[in-house]
């Protein structure tokens, strides 16, 4: 009984599913378990610079907001898919990268899955204009791409300055700018 209760709820789903092809679905999932795990990483790299021997509360910051928003971006989806008729499809998450060299290094990691998960969606935004869907156009627009150019911004100016600093002086100094403000919080 309780089965076909479930399958009848899925067939009313599909009825309100209008102009929501496929292949953006499938890409809408794709972009889910990106923002996932791209969370993931970012919690991995918040408790890395936590640790005793570490201790740089500023990346630790950084990183902890980057993580709670990634997972927000997913979430977001997830609520749009819904309101489309979509499917949601998670993966399992890729183990992180448990701790870097420096936090240059970490800043360039985050930068080069910025990188990915801004061409994603870019991918995303073509596939939709393709497919006709102005929907899921403007959700895309609204809601990730001024925020991911913004974001990118910030990495890089971040790693900029810690190229200048290039010292353990520096680096102390540049975790307790973060805290400060170079980019004020939103």
């Not at 907001?65 to 609520?79: C, Y």
Request: glycine residues 4%; neutral net charge; hydrophobic residues 40%.
């Amino acid at each position: 009984m309780a089965w076909c209760f479930r399958d009848i709820r899925r067939h009313m789903c599909m009825l309100m599913r209008q102009n929501f092809a496929k292949s953006c679905e499938k890409k809408l999932n794709d972009q889910i378990n990106m923002e996932l795990k791209a969370s993931h990483q970012y919690l991995a790299m918040a408790y890395h610079f936590d640790r005793s021997d570490i201790s740089s509360p500023g990346m630790h910051r950084f990183f902890l907001k980057a993580s709670a928003e990634e997972r927000e971006h997913a979430e977001k989806i997830m609520t749009y898919m819904n309101k489309r008729g979509g499917l949601i499809i998670l993966s399992s998450v890729p183990q992180p990268l448990p701790c870097f060299a420096n936090s240059l290094d970490a800043l360039k990691h985050a930068m080069k899955m910025e990188l990915e998960v801004n061409k994603h969606l870019l991918d995303l935004h073509a596939l939709a204009g393709k497919e006709a869907d102005p929907n899921l156009c403007d959700f895309i627009e609204a809601n990730f791409l001024q925020e991911q150019v913004d974001g990118q911004k910030i990495l890089a100016d971040y790693i900029s300055q810690l190229e200048k600093a290039q010292n353990q002086v520096g680096e102390f100094l540049f975790d307790k700018y973060m805290g400060s403000g170079m980019h004020p919080a939103k």
